[in-house]
């Protein structure tokens, strides 16, 4: 059983900071790829980032330069360092990981950017 729990989110002001972190039941190396994904009220699911299992980092282009995907390997965990935030990235974010074709979820975490 694979679990995936998710910490780090709350309520912000716009331009301020958040950092979120998931942590993984089992070796982060198991997993094709780790990343975070989000849904805001109304809307579809969306990839935010995730970092392949050799490494590199995948970035949609709505949280480039703003937002920061890493994994430490010895703790198997996996952040999201969230900058410059703004009232559009309010949204539910999951950590997802892949596995020979089967995706795992946590149950999400709750980011609020106010203005």
């Known amino acids: 059983q694979v679990q995936l729990v998710e910490s780090g989110g709350g309520l912000v002001q716009a331009g301020g900071s958040l950092r979120l972190s998931c942590a993984i039941s089992?070796?982060?190396?198991?997993?094709?790829?780790t990343g975070w994904y989000r849904q805001a009220p109304g809307k579809q699911r969306e990839l935010v980032a995730f970092i392949p299992g050799a490494g590199g980092t995948t970035y949609t282009d709505s949280v480039k330069g703003r937002f920061t995907i890493s994994r430490d390997t010895a703790k198997n965990t996996v952040s999201l360092q969230m900058n410059s935030l703004k009232p559009e990235d309010t949204a539910v974010y999951y950590c997802r990981a892949l596995r020979a074709g089967i995706e795992f979820w946590g149950k999400g975490t709750l980011v609020t950017v106010v203005s």
């Open positions: 089992r070796s982060i190396f198991d997993f094709t790829n």
